[in-house]
């Protein structure tokens, strides 16, 4: 039973933060590649196409200018995410975990009972950065999230997905900066595999 308190996103924050830095291999060159996970090649096409959604939406909100303002680095942020989904997915499907388009339509209702409704959701996730065409995405690397938790805990879960990211030898470009494994980011970012990336869906009434 996922927690009401789950966070709807699935990076974090403070882990190991006085172990050294462990960075991906970041040296071998792979033109049109925002990123490479394993196998799989984020293009730059790619990435550009997800921040231009996010951009899109945030031009046609009403707080279209602040939003705008407030995500300078979402290229990056935008690239970490998706390179954190792939590490998610990845540790679920080695550790036997995946989330069903039932349980994925059944986490989307409940996050929009809690917050209000389908607007009400396409606004709090935008402000964390996340299209409306984005949001089941991100709640379904939630979902594994939570599901890894459930079955290893917490600190099994954290150490899994680090070495997950390691085994795959997540290679960043340098334009975006470079893949911290043990962190589960991008440097210069500051966010971690523990902090929340997007806000966390409110307690029910008791």
Not at 3 to 15: I, Q
Not at 64 to 83: F, K, N, P
Not at 91 to 102: E, F, I, K, S, Y
Not at 138 to 143: D, F, H, K, V, Y
């Amino acid at each position: 039973m996922i927690r009401r308190r789950t966070a709807l996103s699935v990076s974090a924050a403070g882990l190991l933060a006085a172990v050294p830095l462990l960075t991906g291999c970041g040296s071998t060159p792979h033109p049109g590649a925002a990123a490479v996970v394993g196998k799989d090649r984020i293009t730059v096409a790619q990435l550009q196409s997800q921040v231009e959604d996010v951009r899109e939406a945030q031009r046609s909100a009403p707080q279209g200018r602040q939003l705008l303002a407030s995500s300078a680095r979402l290229s990056q942020d935008t690239l970490v995410r998706l390179i954190q989904y792939r590490v998610i997915e990845a540790a679920g499907r080695d550790n036997g975990v995946d989330v069903t388009r039932r349980e994925l339509q059944e986490r989307r209702e409940e996050v929009e009972k809690l917050l209000g409704g389908s607007a009400a959701v396409d606004s709090r996730f935008l402000a964390a950065g996340i299209a409306p065409d984005q949001v089941d995405q991100e709640l379904s690397a939630g979902l594994v999230r939570a599901k890894l938790e459930k079955k290893l805990g917490q600190a099994r879960t954290v150490d899994t997905l680090m070495k997950t990211s390691e085994a795959l030898r997540v290679d960043v470009n340098p334009r975006y900066g470079t893949w911290d494994a043990r962190r589960g980011t991008a440097r210069p970012v500051q966010e971690p595999w523990l902090r929340p990336a997007a806000p966390a869906a409110p307690e029910q009434p008791a």
